[in-house]
């Protein structure tokens, strides 16, 4: 299985991005998909995850509101978008995808190559 993620860019603060997640294939291990970012020098954090089964998401508390996931299974894709950036929301946006829900980085099997957001100020 691979993760391919992409729609990261340079943006203006107040600006808005969407980025996407594609699968290569779906498995029966890949029932949660998950966003997280790292920042320089910061460690790996949980952004937001959508349940293939029900298309239940949720977010990180501090980004509700702000960002949402959505997904279409049909094409293994995931989304997430991002309204109302702020500079502090530069970083690394990774793509991850496991069998159950949990915000822990080290327990994803699936990740993808990540995708820079800069939101300048």
């Known amino acids: 299985v691979q993760l391919q993620a992409s729609g990261g860019g340079l943006v203006q603060a107040g600006g808005s991005l969407r980025l996407s997640c594609a699968a290569s294939?779906?498995?029966?291990?890949?029932?949660?998909m998950a966003w997280f970012r790292q920042a320089p020098g910061k460690e790996r954090e949980f952004v937001g995850g959508i349940s293939r089964s029900d298309s239940s998401a949720d977010y990180e508390d501090s980004l509700k509101g702000r960002f949402t996931i959505s997904s279409y299974n049909a094409k293994n894709e995931v989304y997430l978008l991002m309204i109302g950036l702020k500079p502090e929301d530069t970083a690394v946006y990774y793509c991850?995808?496991?069998?159950?829900?949990?915000?822990?980085?080290?327990?994803?099997?699936?990740w993808g190559q990540g995708t820079l957001v800069t939101v300048s100020s």
């Open positions: 294939v779906w498995t029966f291990d890949i029932q949660y």
């Open positions: 991850a995808a496991n069998l159950w829900r949990t915000t822990r980085a080290d327990r994803y099997k699936y």
